[in-house]
Nanobody, 123 residues
């Protein structure tokens, strides 16, 4: 399984970006997918997750109401729409595939990771 994240860049506070993560393999649609982020000198943290069908989503409190995770199983792609961006959203964003099981924010339950895409929110 390979995950390729893209869509990062420089955006002003209050702006929007959409991240994409394309997955290889034929079993993408069977797995919960998630996004994590790591800011400079901070530990990696959970951002959002979506079940295999897209029927359930899960967000960290810091992004709830501003970010939306979605997926297109026909394209083997998961998205993260980020609105009302703040400087504290600056980080490298990673997509990841969760092991089979109940949707979770626990990093240890994600077994495949993309390479990360940098989001910088600054004026």
């Amino acid at each position: 399984v390979q995950l390729q994240a893209c869509g990062g860049g420089l955006v002003q506070p209050g702006g929007s970006l959409r991240l994409s993560c394309a997955a290889s393999g034929r079993t993408f649609s069977s797995y919960t997918m998630g996004w994590f982020r790591q800011a400079p000198v901070k530990e990696r943290e959970f951002v959002a997750a979506i079940t295999w069908s897209g029927g359930s989503t899960y967000y960290s409190d810091s992004v709830k109401g501003r970010f939306t995770i979605s997926r297109d199983n026909a394209k083997n792609t998961v998205y993260l729409q980020m609105n009302s961006l703040k400087p504290e959203d600056t980080a490298v964003y990673y997509c990841a595939r969760q092991k089979l099981g109940v949707i979770t924010r626990r990093e240890s339950e994600f077994d495949y990771w993309g390479q990360g895409t940098l989001v910088t929110v600054s004026s």
